[in-house]
């Protein structure tokens, strides 16, 4: 049976993208248990920042990762539930909220660190056997988008 999102063409470029997005973050909620890693996996960018840089506030996080704030303010949340992250005001700004690891949080980030090579194999032979380098192209439309984002160009195409 053929694909109905494929049979339609590029318009559907956003769902397919969704559609991949979901597969690598369901096979992720399904292997991180027995890996030891209790990070959601749509969060695991945000604990590696942390682990990375340190302390950061919930708007610098947001930016470091391309989230939305109302996003990093939800993934917080959840990441102090599981013990991961503590906050608190920042001193200078007290309107800020700053985010740091906990032991628990680096302990993870860590674990994370350890199953790098795993996942990063199983991309690299999942692109090779689509013949499907994206990685590189991925983040050059990314760029693009940065410097014209997508309403301008659907605008310059009613033109």
């Not at 604990?47 to 303010?73: C, K, M, N, R, Y």
């Not at 032979?125 to 991925?138: G, P």
């Not at 940065?146 to 160009?153: I, T, V």
């Amino acid at each position: 049976m053929t694909d109905f999102i494929n049979s339609q063409g590029l318009i559907f470029l956003p769902h397919i993208l969704r559609r991949l997005a979901n597969r690598f973050s369901d096979a992720c909620d399904e292997v991180f248990p027995e890996l030891g890693i209790l990070v959601p996996p749509r969060l695991v960018s945000t604990v590696h920042l942390l682990f990375e840089q340190g302390p950061q506030a919930v708007t610098d996080i947001a930016a470091a990762v391309g989230q939305s704030h109302p996003f990093v303010i939800k993934a917080v949340k959840q990441l102090r539930a599981l013990g991961l992250v503590d906050t608190r005001s920042d001193p200078k700004d007290g309107r800020r909220t700053i985010v740091k690891l906990t032991a628990k949080g680096k302990g993870q980030a860590q674990r994370l660190l350890d199953v790098r090579p795993m996942f990063e194999a199983a991309y690299r032979r999942l692109m090779r056997e689509a013949d499907a380098e994206i990685y590189e192209s991925l983040w050059r439309l990314e760029s693009a988008l940065g410097k014209q984002d997508f309403l301008e160009r659907l605008a310059a195409e009613q033109a």
